[in-house]
C-alpha cells in the first residue's frame, strides 16, 4: 500500500537531512507502527507520504500512485489526522464534516451513516451542532479523526492519533484500526507509546536521525530474545549510550 524509495529530505539549506535515505513499505492488511525520538524525522516522513511536503529525493507509491506524478489520485486514498489537530475553528463539527465529505465526494447516505457512526463511537454528537473553536483538545482529536474516516480511505495516516483522546474512545480507535486492516487495508501510525505499538502493530519501523534503524515484527526486532520489550529494542538503537 505504501512503497517509499530512497526519501531524502533536507532543511537550513541542505545542512539538515530531517529524513535521509528512507526506503521501507507497508503492506495491504497490516498496521504498521512508526516510532522513534523528538526529531527523528517521524512527522517530516508522514508529511512526504501526504504530498504536504516534496521530498528532495526519492519516491512514494500509495496505492500503485506515483505522489508526485498523480497527487490527487493518491491523496484520495488516504485518511490523514496530523499531530497538529488543526480543524476550522469557525465551523460548527457538522459543517466540518460535511465539507470533508464534499471534498472527498462522499455520497449522501454512506457520508450520514459514517458521521454518525463515528461521532457515537467517540462521544461527541452532542457537539456536533457546536463551533469547533468550543471544543477541547480532546474533541478536535475525534473531530478530526471522523473527517479522515469518513469517505473510508484504504490507508489511515495518523501521526500521533491516540493524543488527547480518552481511554474510551482510545480503545475504539484501536479496535477500528485492526478491523480497517481486517478487510486488507492498511494502517500507519506513528507513536509515543511504545507499549501501544508492541501490542498493536503487525509490523513497526525504528526511525532514528533521518534514518531507519530497524524495521520488522516484534519476534524479528528481538532476535530470538523472548522476553525483551519494543522499549528496551528502542533505547539500545536510539540512545546506545544509555542501554549500556
Known sequence: MIELKNLTKSYA?????????????A???????????????????????TGILTPDEGSIVIGGADMLAEPVKAKRLIGYVPDSHDVFDRLKGIEYLNFIGDVYGVPQKERRERIEKYLAMFEIADAAGELVRSYSHGMKQKLALTGALIHKPPLWLLDEPLTGLDPK???????????HCREGNTVFF?????????RL????GIIYKGKLAAVGTMESLRSGEKDTTLEKIFFELTEPEAAL
Open 27 to 49: 503492506e495491504r492488511g497490516e498496521i504498521f507502527g512508526f516510532i522513534g525520538p523528538n526529531g527523528a524525522g517521524k512527522t517530516t516522513t508522514i508529511k512526504m507520504i
Open 201 to 204: 502493530c503487525d509490523r513497526i
Open 169 to 179: 474512545s482510545a480503545l475504539a480507535l484501536k479496535e477500528e484500526m485492526r478491523a
Open 190 to 198: 506513528s507513536t509515543h507509546i511504545l507499549e501501544v505499538a508492541e
Open 13 to 25: 539549506r541542505g545542512r539538515v537531512k530531517a529524513v535521509n535515505d528512507l526506503s521501507l513499505k
